[in-house]
């Protein structure tokens, strides 16, 4: 992946700036920033998967510390640090299947915070509107036409998501972006899960929970149900409606997701 350097003053210049730094962060090191996009998809892959219990800011949230004030964290340059803990897991931090890009995109958006002394704005150009929206265009009609329309259910969602910021997290990773009091986080499709039952017997409903030894679903008249699971018996197929959307965080060049967002924000 490209990692153009971009030239931005890792620390603000000018005088309450500094005052800002003036803190034992004075001992972290200096960072180059990463490219804005590599940030962005970061941001979106942490959004899913990592902010629940790191928080947004990852300063910690429910049922996870700080990343901002580990030493891992810290020393790490590119993900090379933090790869092998995202892909162990930790007590209390499930494993995750993501790909050394992914993980690169991560920790560039863990280590924006830094970079940027907590304040990841001062990081970003003054917009990101910076691609070609005719490419754009064309890439949305290549990859998202086949679920989403222009003059359908995206008609004017520029109006509705007016933050451009936003705007790009959201089609990069619906869901994950509302938490930084933005508009109405969009409403998500539930997760679907249908268990085959030795008889042949198939109940369906919205995913509740899964683990190693049951799985539990709520079926489209409310019953709430549970099964116990024993390896593949009963058999468990999960739906999630946006897994198209993960599945394409890894595929979006730098490029691409400018160009997306130059064209997604013209839908007004
Ligand atoms: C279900 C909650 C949960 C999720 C989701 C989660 N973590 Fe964690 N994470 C934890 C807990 C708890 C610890 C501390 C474990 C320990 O004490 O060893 C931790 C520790 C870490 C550490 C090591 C910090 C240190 O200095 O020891 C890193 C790095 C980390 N998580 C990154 C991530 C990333 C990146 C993601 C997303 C891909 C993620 N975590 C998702 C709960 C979570
Ligand atoms: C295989 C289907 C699929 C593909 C391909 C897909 N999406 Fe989505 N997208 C969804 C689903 C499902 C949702 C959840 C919300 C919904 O049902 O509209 C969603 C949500 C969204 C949202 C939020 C919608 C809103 O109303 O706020 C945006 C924006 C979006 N996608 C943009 C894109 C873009 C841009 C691409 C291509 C780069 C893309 N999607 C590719 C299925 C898809």
């Given at each position: 992946m490209a990692s153009t350097l971009h030239a931005q003053p890792a620390q603000p210049p000018g005088g309450r700036g500094r005052g800002a730094i003036t803190s034992p962060r004075n001992a972290?090191?200096?960072?180059a920033p990463a490219d804005p996009a590599a940030i962005e998809r970061g941001k979106a892959l942490y959004g899913v998967n990592c902010q629940f219990c790191h928080g947004a800011d990852t300063r910690g949230g429910d049922g996870g510390p700080s990343l901002l004030r580990s030493s891992t964290v810290l020393d790490d340059q590119n993900g090379e640090l933090i790869a092998p803990i995202v892909r162990s897991g930790r007590p209390g931090m499930p494993k995750f299947t993501l790909g050394d890009d992914q993980i690169k995109d991560v920790a560039a958006f863990v280590h924006s915070f830094r970079?940027?002394?907590?304040?990841?704005?001062?990081?970003?150009?003054?917009?990101?509107?910076?691609?070609?929206s005719k490419a754009g265009e064309a890439f949305f009609n290549a990859r998202c036409?086949?679920?989403?329309?222009?003059?359908g259910d995206l008609r004017g969602l520029a109006s509705r998501i007016p933050d451009e910021r936003l705007l790009q997290q959201t089609w990069l990773m619906p869901g994950s972006?509302?938490?930084?009091?933005?508009?109405?986080?969009?409403?998500?499709?539930?997760?679907?899960?249908?268990?085959?039952?030795?008889s042949g017997e198939m109940v369906a409903g919205k995913l509740d929970r899964?683990?190693?030894f049951t799985v539990s679903l709520i079926t489209a008249d409310g019953t709430h149900r549970s099964f116990r699971t024993n390896?593949?018996?009963?058999?468990?197929?999960?739906?999630?409606?946006?897994?198209?959307h993960r599945d394409l965080l890894g595929v979006y060049t730098d490029a691409d997701i400018h160009n997306v967002t130059a064209f997604l924000v013209t839908l007004k």
């Open positions: 972290y090191p200096d960072r970079a940027a002394g907590y304040d990841e704005a001062r990081l970003r150009p003054p917009s990101i509107i910076v691609g070609d036409a086949s679920c989403h329309s222009t003059t972006g509302g938490s930084r009091g933005g508009p109405p986080p969009v409403t998500l499709p539930p997760i679907m899960v249908t268990v085959t039952l030795p899964l683990d190693d390896g593949n018996t009963p058999r468990v197929d999960v739906r999630d409606p946006l897994q198209p």
